[in-house]
């Protein structure tokens, strides 16, 4: 079970931490990693539904590079399935924050199609207000108060963007009910849709195909199964997948690493403890707490 902020967990090395309550902003989630390890850090990065935004502020750096050489060094803002990329660094403290699609571009500043399979720097939407959040953060004496700064970041820099249509919304949703389960057809045909229109409005407001947020949603649940102790055969089977076969290839198109190489390694099982309550009881979580009016807070 995730910690809540103010506790933590050690898994395989990392240091866990989450807010125990629900943010200001729709569609946004935060956790917090700090690596406890006693050596460089590794690990491919696991795709997921949505838009990713990392404050590093560790003495160590952090680096996110792709198959072509492409890096990232320290804090970054990555599109949907930006394709099999691998974390390094050492002695890394970050606030990691994932956003809905369909909150993004108010979020941001940008549409999600504008980030598709791209990693950026944070300098680049937010200019120097991304480097005074790092500064803040590192500040900051506890996770719940980095939690907090964080939220009132995104708050603050959320604009009004236009909103996405109903029916991507809609398509969006029976995506993630459904596990990636769902036809296009089906999808297009439930919103009253042609194909071709549901296709051309989801692209340009969630930043994928609907057919590819399809496979990403599916992976990801095969993904979060296989991390849990499922076997392969087991996941292929439970996600749909026409055999291990076809599980092999999707697992290295989205991280570069088999299945048995991923669920093999114990530093990722920290991604399934960081988010496993962000799918249920958002809403019953209470807002978050006026720093304003809090007490300092021994370092977390």
Not at 20 to 44: E, Y
Not at 83 to 110: D, F, K, Q, W, Y
Not at 245 to 271: I, K, N, Q, Y
Not at 280 to 292: L, M, N, Q
Request: net charge positive.
């Amino acid at each position: 079970m995730r910690s809540a902020a103010g506790e933590r967990e050690a898994v395989a090395g990392w240091e866990v931490a989450g807010p125990s309550w629900r943010g200001r902003t729709a569609g946004v989630s935060l956790a917090g990693f700090r690596d406890r390890g006693t050596g460089p850090v590794d690990l491919p990065v696991i795709p997921h539904p949505a838009l990713t935004f990392v404050v590093e502020f560790g003495d160590g750096p952090l680096v996110v590079g792709d198959a072509a050489g492409r890096e990232q060094r320290g804090s970054l803002v990555a599109g949907l399935a930006p394709g099999a990329m691998r974390m390094r660094g050492e002695n890394i403290t970050c606030v990691e924050v994932r956003l809905s699609p369909l909150v993004a571009h108010a979020v941001l500043g940008v549409r999600p199609a504008e980030l598709e399979r791209t990693v950026a720097a944070p300098d680049d939407l937010w200019g120097r207000n991304a480097a005074r959040l790092r500064q803040q953060l590192g500040e900051a004496p506890s996770w719940e108060d980095r939690f907090t700064v964080t939220d009132a970041f995104l708050s603050r820099h959320s604009g009004t963007g236009p909103p996405v249509d109903p029916e991507v919304v809609r398509a969006w949703s029976r995506i993630l009910v459904s596990r990636g389960r769902v036809r296009v057809d089906e999808l297009a045909a439930e919103v009253g849709w042609s194909r071709r229109r549901l296709w051309s409005r989801f692209r340009s407001q969630i930043g994928l195909s609907p057919k590819r947020a399809a496979t990403l949603v599916r992976f990801r649940h095969a993904a979060q199964r296989l991390l849990a102790g499922g076997s392969a055969a087991d996941v292929a089977t439970e996600c749909g997948y026409a055999d291990q076969s076809h599980l092999h290839r999707e697992f290295v198109a989205f991280t570069g690493v088999t299945p048995s190489t991923l669920a093999g390694d114990p530093s990722l099982t920290a991604d399934n403890i960081a988010w496993a309550e962000h799918d249920v009881d958002e809403t019953r979580r209470p807002p978050p707490p006026d720093s304003s009016h809090r007490s300092p807070r021994k370092q977390g």
